[in-house]
Nanobody, 121 residues
Framework: QVQLVESGGELVQAGGSLRLSCAAS????????VGWFRQSAGKEREFVAV????????LYANSVKGRFTISRDNAKSTVYLQMNSLKPEDTAVYFCAAGEFSTSEDRYDYWGQGTQVTASS
């Protein structure tokens, strides 16, 4: 079992930056890839980014590539999502999830409750 808690979401002006954190419990955290997904009001949840268990391999959705950076600190059992140049369309609830390295949400077994990010124009 892995428990995940997201934090860092808040209201920010378009063009601004924000860093989300995903804190995990348990000593097996570094055995999982960790992904970020987001869900906007009225839309399906979509893939944002994923990082491999050792932090070497990363994959991003085209919509955030070049603006967002995923990283992890296994000593702190924490994964981060640095978000720069935020756009109104980035507004969503952001979820972190632990599981297999994938863009598909059904490959992830453990999910946090989400944190709200709002980029206003």
């Amino acid at each position: 079992q892995v428990q995940l808690v997201e934090s860092g979401g808040e209201l920010v002006q378009a063009g601004g930056s924000l860093r989300l954190s995903c804190a995990a419990s348990g000593r097996t955290f570094d055995n999982y890839a960790v992904g970020w997904f987001r869900q906007s009001a009225g839309k399906e949840r979509e893939f944002v980014a994923v990082v491999s268990r050792n932090g070497v391999t990363k994959l991003y959705a085209n919509s955030v590539k070049g603006r967002f950076t995923i990283s992890r600190d296994n000593a702190k059992s924490t994964v981060y999502l640095q978000m720069n140049s935020l756009k109104p369309e980035d507004t969503a609830v952001y979820f972190c999830a632990a599981g297999e390295f994938s863009t598909s949400e059904d490959r992830y077994d453990y999910w946090g409750q989400g944190t709200q990010v709002t980029a206003s124009s």
